[in-house]
């Protein structure tokens, strides 16, 4: 349902997007995780026919959103990261002009609006004017005009930025139930759990390339099957990787002066190896955590940070 073949997008000398290629399909959620400014909104707004690829084919339902773009995004709902909602009108009003904009009839918006205003929760406000709402129910609006119309593909650019938890919850179970519902979800996200909790498979981002792609068992098999050893305290760069070079099935995932991140077999059993090498080498360990491996060690280990806010 949604197909990129070879997507770049350069703004003089600035790559943001970098030769991607994914595709999407009917009544899943695809993922696209990475930090602010990887070049997920570049993406979304070549999908969305906003921005002209440099480079690049982007295909809806099967049409080609610059060849065909009227039938391309006839298809598409758009719930973009900043609001794009009118907060001297009411909720409504809102759901009312965005739907007509998309091609519904009076009839269709009478049925439809209510609907849609229950889905999220806002049948209470209807008639307010926006600009007496909450952040989070603002951004239950913004995702109401995106779906309002009944997208065969919804594209969702950071939905949940800046909402209380009791917010995110229900826009995330929203997100699950249109996937339901047999739509075509496209999610970018920089919240790790976000990620692993909601999208069937995904893409990680990083400096406008994919970096890895695949389903979550898919991408925790990148690390083994292997325990995560996280520790905070004082590391040394040089002498902590020499003392650790005996110890068998063990890899260094992070290393800096403050943290270390250790992927390994049997951690349970190692623990005690772990730290008298440690303490060997100078370092001083003041707290240890261990989990199996998810998504954010994975981007670790790829790119050797951790994700950016």
Same mark, same amino acid.
């Given at each position: 349902?949604i197909?990129?073949?070879?997507? *770049?997008?350069?703004y003089?000398?600035?790559v943001?997007?970098d030769d ?17 400014g990887a070049?997920?909104?570049t993406?979304?707004?070549c999908i ?12 809806? !339902? ?7 773009s ?6 598409l ?25 998309c091609g519904?009839? *009076? ?10 205003l229950?889905l ?9 004017p926006?600009k007496h709402?909450?952040?989070? !129910?603002?951004? *239950?609006?913004n ?5 309002v ?8 650019d950071e939905?949940t ?8 919850v229900?826009?995330?179970d ?9 739509t ?5 996200t ?8 909601l999208?069937?498979?995904l893409?990680?981002?990083?400096h ?11 991408l925790?098999?990148?690390l083994?099957?292997r325990?995560?050893?996280? !520790? ?10 020499a ?5 068998e ?6 290393l800096?002066?403050?943290?270390l991140?250790l ?15 440690l303490?060997?080498?100078?370092a001083?360990?003041r707290?240890?955590t !261990? ?6 060690s994975?981007?670790?280990k790829?790119?050797g940070?951790?994700l *950016?806010?």
């Amino acid at each position: 349902m949604i197909e990129v073949k070879g997507l *770049r997008k350069e703004y003089k000398e600035i790559v943001a997007v970098d030769d991607i290629s994914f595709t999407a399909e009917r009544g899943s959620i695809f993922g696209l995780l990475g930090p602010n400014g990887a070049g997920k909104s570049t993406t979304i707004g070549c999908i969305c026919g906003l921005l002209e690829p440099t480079a690049g084919q982007v295909r809806v !339902m099967g049409h080609d959103i610059l060849r065909e773009s009227i039938q391309a995004k006839s298809q598409l709902g758009v719930v973009p990261q900043e609001l794009a909602i009118y907060e001297d009108l009411s909720a409504t009003e809102n759901l009312n002009y965005w739907g007509a904009a998309c091609g519904l009839r *009076r009839k269709e918006l009478k049925e439809r609006v209510p609907e849609v205003l229950e889905l999220t929760g806002l049948q209470d406000r209807a008639k307010e004017p926006v600009k007496h709402f909450s952040g989070g !129910m603002k951004r *239950r609006l913004n995702f109401a005009c995106g779906v309002v119309h009944h997208p065969a593909v919804l594209l969702l650019d950071e939905p949940t930025v800046g909402v209380d938890p009791q917010s995110r919850v229900r826009l995330l179970d929203l997100v699950r139930e249109q996937a339901v519902a047999g739509t075509c979800v496209l999610y970018t996200t920089h919240y790790m759990e976000e990620a692993e909790k909601l999208c069937d498979s995904l893409a990680i981002i990083d400096h406008g390339k994919i970096i890895a792609a695949g389903t979550l068992p898919e991408l925790r098999a990148l690390l083994g099957e292997r325990d995560l050893l996280r !520790m905070s305290g004082v590391f040394d760069k040089t002498a902590v990787p020499a003392a650790l070079a005996e110890l068998e099935t063990l890899e260094i995932i992070q290393l800096e002066d403050n943290a270390l991140t250790l992927a390994l077999g049997s951690a349970p059993q190692m623990l005690n190896r772990v730290l008298q090498a440690l303490s060997s080498s100078g370092a001083q360990v003041r707290e240890t955590t !261990m989990n199996q491996p998810n998504l954010e060690s994975l981007f670790i280990k790829l790119t050797g940070k951790e994700l *950016r806010e």
